[in-house]
């Protein structure tokens, strides 16, 4: 079974004080939506889309979540909206080891575990571990201890001087991909733990040893579909490239925040070892 992280309740959002018209006026620039274009999306007038952010008119709970639906709202501000405008949420929020989560739990795991002798590891939203394979521990031999004590943030893991980042080759391109997945997420969602987050990575000095970022350097073609690691391990030179799977129909709130990064190998030096590093245990 995947070696498996200490698994916290995230902690409970702060019942919004804006107005549930602010919210939505501001989900709907955060999208790049006109009040022209949101009326098209949701197929409702131009003008019912200006009462419901001025707070002229109040929505139902159908219409804030086919309005959310249409913006790709996050489940968990899906229902800070619902209760910004007096509702009781909708989607349920459970712990990965609540009871109600035990199949959940078993798909996560079972694709952790199938994954082997590779490396695969479950995040949150935050990018704090939840579970990982047995692959994983090779990786991060060397790493600080306090960096691998829970809750484990692997980017933090990933890009600290005293983490992994030493050891990565294209350690460069590897933290400008990094950063640029997390511009992507921040825009998405608005969390500000992500953008601290951020803040934190980016003011990281490069590992010894290790060439400077280059700001102005753009992303390579195959970034953010086919993303380069080379790594130095115990085990020789390992090459990979990562995938991320979530949980599209998710209905529950950490479901839906829950992200798979599977990494395969890039050549078959690569494969052999991790095959090596495997087969006694």
Not at 2 to 30: D, F, I, N
Not at 81 to 95: I, Y
Request: net charge neutral; charged share 20%; proline share 9%.
């Amino acid at each position: 079974m995947p070696q498996t992280a200490v698994r916290h309740r995230p902690s409970p959002r702060t019942v919004p004080r804006q107005p549930v018209g602010e919210l939505l006026r501001a989900w709907r620039k955060r999208r790049g939506f006109s009040q022209l274009d949101l009326a098209c999306e949701a197929d409702i007038s131009t003008r019912h889309v200006s009462f419901l952010e001025t707070g002229r008119s109040q929505p139902s709970r159908t219409m804030l979540l086919h309005l959310a639906e249409r913006m790709d709202i996050p489940l968990r501000d899906r229902n800070a909206l619902l209760v910004a405008a007096g509702f009781a949420p909708v989607f349920s929020e459970h712990r990965l080891d609540d009871p109600e989560m035990q199949a959940a739990r078993q798909a996560v795991d079972l694709v952790l575990t199938g994954h082997e002798p590779h490396p695969a590891l479950a995040v949150d939203r935050h990018w704090t571990l939840v579970a990982a394979n047995r692959a994983v521990a090779p990786l991060l031999a060397g790493a600080a201890p306090e960096l691998l004590q829970p809750p484990v943030n692997v980017l933090r893991l990933s890009l600290h001087p005293s983490g992994v980042a030493s050891r990565i080759e294209n350690y460069a391109q590897w933290r400008r991909h990094i950063l640029h997945r997390l511009t992507h997420q921040i825009d998405v969602s608005a969390d500000p733990a992500l953008v601290a987050l951020f803040d934190e990575l980016k003011g990281y000095p490069a590992p010894d040893g290790q060439a400077p970022h280059s700001r102005g350097e753009p992303l390579s073609s195959h970034d953010g579909v086919v993303v380069p690691l080379r790594l130095r391990t115990e085990i020789g030179l390992l090459s990979f490239f990562s995938t991320t799977t979530v949980f599209g129909t998710a209905v529950d709130v950490t479901l839906s925040e829950l992200a798979i990064e599977a990494f395969f190998p890039a050549d078959t030096a690569t494969a052999e070892a991790m095959r090596k590093a495997l087969s006694p245990l």
